[in-house]
């Protein structure tokens, strides 16, 4: 790009990172697209397909008709799908205009920045966090206030730490459980804490993003949202992407206080509209009909994870604890550091991430996307037999170090 062009592009679009787990995806394909073997853990999108149920219902409301506009909020079949959902799952009650559809759990995200934040307004985000959680805050205005948890926590920060963090200009806490890209589960416990510090604090907002809640190993998903002294200031933040094997649908939603609600709809009016009409249809069917699919898929991730740990854990030099969710494990990698092979230098986890593409050829994202710069984050959404595979290249890859 010419400095012509580059001086025509806004300062926003300057400033902003560019997505790391979508950029080694596409350093993967180019890398494979020369003709190498590359295995590829680094995207967060499920390898079931989406189940057949759920297809069929979409196929049906294309038969239907259903190909128009939707209302910008979701049809109302959905959101008293998802109302039914909030209820049944979680124990949280909300009124159809309290929730909003979005095309995706990003939109849903970016929406609730959009609408809640004023330049310079704090946004603290427990770290390791999702990579455009930052971004998103940054494009709003906002200034992340980052929160940070190691593996000698399980990535999950605590209720003093928060407190600490909160300053005046505080708007809103956001955090995901399950999490993306540690796997963290937070307990009742940990997030009764968190809840109490933010009721102290008026004015002060949780956006709790849900959206790996059917990926649970502990046997019981629990929502800050349900938690009655910050119920009316918190919005859970959920979609079908994950639990449902759905990542291509685009659909995400909100239930939240009825005013944020009315005013992310208002955003998303002017940007994108409705979310696709069939779509909504098919989702609205997933919610209120046979989970089974989502169950086994949550059972065979829970083998993985642990064949996963149990083959990294024989690895010299990489610190694994054991995630309670998602699809992801998060390795502290800092052992390797200051070490070297074929030709490349390991200085933090960039350095390590690039060294295994193109000397294990397994593509992993570095933590440092994510707020770690100690870690690597593997995605275990891929066969076992690319797995195994993975994890052979890779200890053979650290092993050359020295």
């Not at 996963?308 to 854990?313: A, T």
């Not at 998060?330 to 074929?342: L, R, V």
């Not at 707020?371 to 593997?378: N, P, W």
Request: aromatic residues 8%; charged residues 20%.
């Amino acid at each position: 790009m010419s400095m012509a062009s580059i001086q025509h592009l806004s300062q926003r679009i300057l400033e902003m990172e560019e997505s790391a787990t979508i950029k080694m995806a596409q350093q993967a394909r180019d890398l494979a697209a020369q003709g190498f073997d590359v295995i590829s853990l680094s995207l967060g999108e499920p390898d079931f397909d989406t189940p057949v149920h759920i297809k069929e219902a979409a196929k049906k409301a294309l038969d239907d008709g259903y190909t128009k506009y939707t209302p910008v909020p979701g049809l109302v079949e959905l959101r008293k799908a998802i109302q039914e959902k909030f209820r049944r799952d979680n124990g949280m009650e909300f009124g159809i205009n309290q929730i909003v559809v979005s095309n995706g759990a990003k939109q849903s995200i970016a929406n609730l920045a959009l609408s809640l934040l004023d330049e310079g307004d704090e946004v603290i985000i427990l770290s390791p966090y999702w990579v455009s959680y930052s971004e998103i805050v940054k494009l709003a205005g906002g200034v992340p206030v980052f929160v940070h948890a190691g593996i000698e926590q399980d990535f999950k920060a605590t209720a003093a730490q928060v407190e600490k963090a909160i300053t005046p200009r505080t708007r809103i806490l956001l955090f995901s459980s399950p999490c993306n890209p540690t796997g963290s589960v937070y307990s009742y416990d940990e997030l009764k804490a968190i809840a109490d510090v933010i009721a102290r604090h008026e004015g002060v907002y949780i956006i709790s993003d849900e959206i790996y809640e059917y990926i649970n190993f502990t046997g019981k998903h629990a929502s800050i949202g349900a938690i009655p002294e910050v119920k009316d200031r918190t919005v859970t933040v959920n979609g079908f992407s994950k639990g449902f094997a759905m990542t291509g649908w685009r659909l995400g939603y909100i239930g939240a206080p009825g005013w944020i609600a009315e005013a992310c709809s208002k955003m998303q009016g002017q940007f994108t509209s409705g979310a696709t009409s069939f779509g909504q249809k098919a989702a609205t069917h997933a919610l209120l009909s046979d989970m089974t699919p989502t169950h086994e898929m949550c059972d065979a991730f829970r083998h993985r994870r642990d064949m996963v740990i149990g083959l990294l854990s024989q690895i010299p030099g990489m610190k694994v604890n054991k995630p309670q969710g998602a699809f992801y494990i998060f390795p502290d990698i800092s052992e390797y550091f200051g070490k070297a092979g074929n030709g490349m230098k390991v200085q933090n986890a960039d350095d390590f991430s690039e060294y295994l593409l193109h000397t294990a050829h397994v593509a992993v994202v570095s933590g440092s996307a994510f707020g770690a710069d100690k870690c690597f984050r593997i995605s275990y959404a891929a066969s076992e037999t690319e797995l195994r595979e993975a994890i052979r290249r890779i200890d053979e890859a650290v092993r050359q170090l020295a």
